[in-house]
């Protein structure tokens, strides 16, 4: 269903490919001054710095008619694309600059609207061009930061158990189930190759995060991937309104979730953070200890105010013992 095609210097070759047709390109300032050299000057290059939906409905509107839409960059940049191909029905390649976010195997677009994040329309890429190269020349935290949404599902999968009991949600399918603890064994044991940014550990977290797109789309949930560590990441962005790397975010909210879950199940979290390299110190996450704490005051309520589904937050209150411990660890 996701085409990706993995090289180093690929993304040139595909840029020359496609030089013949209109191609509108959607990239971010800073990456265009940066791979200046590989972008042929045919391309209607447009810079975006935002998703909000009257901003870039505004963008399409001005923009020619063009064949095709390629986007280059990180998660604004995907999405950005991917909005523009939605609202023209057109084909569209994405060439991810780092692996910071999924959003390359993730078929809705997360717009926002008035701040606030919405997924709307729905869009698969022609194809997804990994060029290792241009992965490995984005800054380190934004690249480890990207084991974030595979490592989720270290939390997802026990909440996932809990749902399944409590009868809340749709059972735990042991083939899903199954291939998310394969997927959490590969990282666990391949934390050189992550650290190092090989080949191989590049394409370890693509293929993860394909994997992830895919029964999400096909399942239309994401119990497998998803549970109280984005449960609690988004409490902590609506409680200190700060727009922080996603990943890195919930690396940290999945220590603390799976130490909420069973005390003792954190230590592999830290075990693995510390051999990639990845702080998830609040500090280096970009939140102050105050503001951890008041989101986890916050997280139980958070969960049932915005219906979220069924997790440990639902089970058991998080106490102040527990807030003053887990920050403990964290520091
Ligand atoms: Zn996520």
């Known amino acids: 269903m996701f085409e990706t095609d993995f090289g180093s210097g690929i993304a040139k070759e595909l840029f020359l490919t496609l030089k013949d047709k209109k191609i509108l390109f959607v990239t971010q300032e800073n990456l265009l001054q940066k791979y ?7 391309f209607a290059v447009l810079c975006v710095d935002n998703m909000e939906e009257a901003y870039l409905a505004g963008l399409n509107a001005e923009t020619p008619a063009v064949d095709e839409v390629v986007g280059f960059g990180g998660g604004m940049s995907v999405d950005a694309a991917k909005y523009f ?5 057109l084909p569209c390649t994405l060439v991810p600059t780092a692996i910071s ?15 606030v994040v919405c997924y709307e329309g729905e869009v698969i890429p022609k194809t997804i061009c990994v060029d ?22 270290y939390t ?22 199954n291939t998310a603890e394969n997927i959490l064994g590969e990282l666990f044991g391949n934390t050189a190759d992550i650290a190092g940014m090989t080949d191989k550990g590049i394409r370890m977290i693509m293929d993860a995060y394909a994997w992830v797109g895919i029964e999400g789309y096909n399942n239309r949930y994401c119990h ?27 690396s940290m909210c999945v220590y603390i979730m799976s130490k909420f879950q069973q005390e003792g199940r954190q230590n592999d979290v830290r075990r693995f953070v510390d051999a990639i390299g990845l702080s998830i110190k609040p500090a280096d996450v970009g939140l102050s200890g105050d503001e951890v704490s008041a989101a986890l005051k916050r997280a139980n309520a958070f969960a049932v105010e915005n219906a979220l589904a069924y997790s440990v937050l639902n ?15 964290l520091q």
Not at 36 to 42: F, H, V, Y
Not at 132 to 153: E, Q, W
């Open 224 to 250: 497998f991937e998803e549970g109280s560590e984005h449960y609690l990441a988004y409490t902590v962005e609506s409680v200190c309104g700060k727009h922080l790397l996603h990943g890195q975010l919930v």
């Open 101 to 115: 976010v999924d959003a390359c195997y993730s078929y809705p677009i997360a717009l926002r609207r008035n701040a």
């Open 156 to 177: 997802a999968l026990f909440d996932w158990r809990l749902m399944s009991a409590a009868g809340k949600g749709p059972a735990v399918v042991d083939r899903l189930y």
């Open 36 to 42: 200046r050299e590989i972008i042929p000057a045919e």
């Open 132 to 153: 290792y190269d241009i992965i490995r020349s984005a800054p380190i935290r934004l690249n480890l930061s990207g084991v974030g949404d595979v490592l989720s599902c």
């Open 315 to 329: 089970e058991k209150q998080i106490t102040q013992a527990f807030i003053d411990e887990v920050l403990g660890e």
């Open 85 to 89: 191909a939605w609202q023209r029905a």
